[in-house]
């Protein structure tokens, strides 16, 4: 479950990771930050965030009312969201140079990313209101806990590393597992049936161009491929939590192999990397060496390979009773679900608080480790100052686990949930601004069945057209263009687009806002499309109105999709149009005062270096990102 090995190289590796994932995250998000949060963008920061009121009221209570720090504006001499442009780039830069150089990730450094993030978080709205927001949030305050108080401390074992390092292996455990049950609760019938592999390649958010390809593959690889997912994301999580690393490898290797074929058929930005972060708490330090393992006694060698063998029949005979199987003669292989509704149930009234219990006796053993290591240090001193330190190491980590508690098992079986503490569910209420510990269920149902909905805009400079779609970065829309490769990216407003499809303008008013901005010309929000859009180069239309489209994967054929007009989906809409207007302006996306910009150094700053990010697509900006990656995984390959 805990192995007795230091820890040191993986608690290293994990905070570079994290640290790389918030520099991603930062960059991805300040080259979008003048469309999507501007005055004149589609959900202008001002509208949610009063700065002014810091003159009268108090900080304290301002940022127990949202914590950011964007509270100060009115101090610094810059716009609200030149301060959030700032906060990106300090973010960007501290990101990186704690990859580059692991000796400068402390508990500082990573405590200013979180601060930052969670600052720009608070203000996002719609457009930062993802789970691996929420994930990154909370990844990142573990590292906080995870990293030295000290520089130059990478390479140090601390007595108290598998406390901390064992928080983020029960997060990998609360969210995997999580998202393997909740696509089973659902009730949805393609994940029961086995057939939600073909629709989620053309209908996920923005596939790649290999997605194309893997719909193509036959319905039986499909089935075997959801099978695949239910094994890896539900029992497999329980091998966290393993007694031996042979065990933990197997699920570890397992892990990665289906994040990076998320990789390569879906743009998930920053989560993919993140979520392999995640899984390096698995390992320790013999993960990362090329060095022998000590030979143990013939028996004990034999009854581990005894044990390891059974573990991995009983996983094998375990599957087979769930799932069945049929070969055929043409070596095909049909597959199904052998259980229903209820037997699933069941086995959730086990398995979710079966979780806690083992999860809080890892974290048991995790603390005795720590104690045994810090009784292990040089000196009287020293002893009674490691030991003291690990007791509040201990307290904090029972502290997360019992936060985690509500979260967990609240979406899961809510008999669990009952018996929890009240204490965890009030204190887990009152820090609900921090997300310090949050629920997760990724892919949970299968939208798209029947073909990918996808909103196309159209502008005109005549009501009765002819209409011309704008052209989005990266959504789908042309049908002869080919999905992009962008990860680790994150198109925030394309990401939108895609929710939009699934209910209606009227329950998405930043797409009105958007709508309008685009009647409006404004070139902040125009930015956020493509830049080879017909709009782009011209004046604005004088008309603008939506469509809803059905979209497919065609099987052959110059173009990659194929798509089905099935109605209105915006009516048609002009600058003039007075009820939105007064929407909008009720929204307090229209009508606000324009803030005074100051010809400072740090102003003209900023807009030389907006300047530059214009250059590239963003996408290509954060693939540079490459040298710094390659290095950090090499021990790990090599091993």
Known sequence: MISSESVAKVRTLFLQSVSLSFAVAFHSLYTQIPGLYGDQGVLPARAVLHSERVFKENIVDLLVEKPTLLWVTPLTGLTLVQLMEVFSLVGVVLGLVATAWPAVNTKTSMAILWVLYLSLFQVGQTFLSFQWDILLLETGFLAIICAPMWPNNHKTSLPWD??????????????????????LTSGCPTWWG???????????????????????????????????????????????????????????????????????????????????????????????TTTPAKKSHPITYCSWCMFHLAAYLGMGWAVGQVCNFKLNSDFTVDSSLAFNQKDFDTFLSYAVPGGIYIGGFGLLVASIFAFKDALSQPGKFGKFKSVVTVVLYCVLGAAMFGLSLPSYSGQLDRATYDRVPRAFKQWDRRLQSLHLTSSYGLFRSMTGVGGRPEVIIEG??????????????????????????????????????????????????????????????????????????????????????????????TKAGKDWWSR???????????????????????????????????????????ESLRTLTTLAPPHIQIWSYAWVVLPMFKPFILA
């Open 162 to 183: 598998k406390v901390t390092l064992y928080l983020v292996r029960w997060l990998l455990f609360r969210m995997m597992f999580a998202s393997g049950v909740v696509k």
């Open 194 to 288: 086995l057939t939600a592999m073909p629709t989620h390649y053309f209908s996920q958010c923005l596939p790649t161009p290999l997605a194309w390809y893997a719909a193509q593959m036959p319905s039986w690889m499909h089935r075997l491929s959801v099978v695949s997912t239910f094994v890896i994301e539900i029992p497999m999580s329980f091998l966290f939590f393993a007694p031996t690393s042979s065990l933990r490898k197997f699920t570890f290797v397992n892990q990665i192999f289906m994040m990076i074929v998320i990789m390569l058929s879906g743009n998930y930005n920053f989560f993919n990397f993140l979520y392999i972060s995640l899984c390096l708490s698995l390992a320790d330090n013999s993960w990362l």
């Open 460 to 553: 005109s400079d005549e009501l009765h057209g002819p209409w011309t779609e704008y052209e989005f970065m990266y959504k789908p829309g042309n049908i002869t263009r080919a999905p992009t490769f962008m990860l680790p990216h994150q198109p925030r407003l394309d990401w939108q687009m895609w929710f939009a499809a699934l209910g209606s303008y009227q329950h998405n008013p930043w797409f009105v806002s958007l709508t309008y901005r685009l009647l409006e010309g404004q070139p902040e929000v125009l930015k956020l499309l493509d830049p080879e859009s017909t709009f782009a180069k011209r004046n604005p239309p004088k008309f603008i109105r939506a469509n809803l489209f059905k979209y497919h994967f």
């Open 564 to 606: 089905e007009q099935q109605g209105e989906y915006m009516p048609i809409l002009t600058r003039d149009h007075k009820p939105v207007i007064d929407f909008l302006k009720s929204q307090g996306i229209l009508g606000l005062k324009a803030e005074e910009k100051k010809n400072s150094v740090t102003s003209n700053l900023l």
